[in-house]
Nanobody, 114 residues
Framework: VQLQASGGGLVQPGGSLRLSCSAAGLNFRLHTMGWYRQAPGKQREFVANITSDRSTNYADSVKGRFTISRDNVKRMVYLQINSPNPEDTAVYYC?????????WGQGTLVTVSS
């Protein structure tokens, strides 16, 4: 299983950014896909996930601002980040579970700053 995240960068507070994660090596449509993040000096934390039937879950800190989605044909999962604030600055990772193992992408850095 290989996950590759992209789309990070510098974004101004109140702006928007879309992260992407490509997946290979698994039957993508059957698996829950998630986004996590790790801010400097902090532990990695859950951001959002989307199940095989497209049910979504969000951390309270991002509800109403972030949107997770998936494209099963392209084997991609996305995280739309709207109205970010400096506290959203972190390395963002995509994750899935396959055969009871966690698989992580390499991470993409999002910096929120004016």
């Amino acid at each position: 299983v290989q996950l590759q995240a992209s789309g990070g960068g510098l974004v101004q507070p109140g702006g928007s950014l879309r992260l992407s994660c490509s997946a290979a090596g698994l039957n993508f449509r059957l698996h829950t896909m998630g986004w996590y993040r790790q801010a400097p000096g902090k532990q990695r934390e859950f951001v959002a996930n989307i199940t095989s039937d497209r049910s979504t879950n969000y951390a309270d800190s991002v509800k109403g601002r972030f949107t997770i989605s998936r494209d099963n044909v392209k084997r991609m999962v996305y995280l739309q980040i709207n109205s970010p604030n400096p506290e959203d600055t972190a390395v963002y990772y995509c994750k899935t579970i396959y055969k009871s193992r966690d698989f992580w992408g390499q991470g993409t850095l999002v910096t929120v700053s004016s």
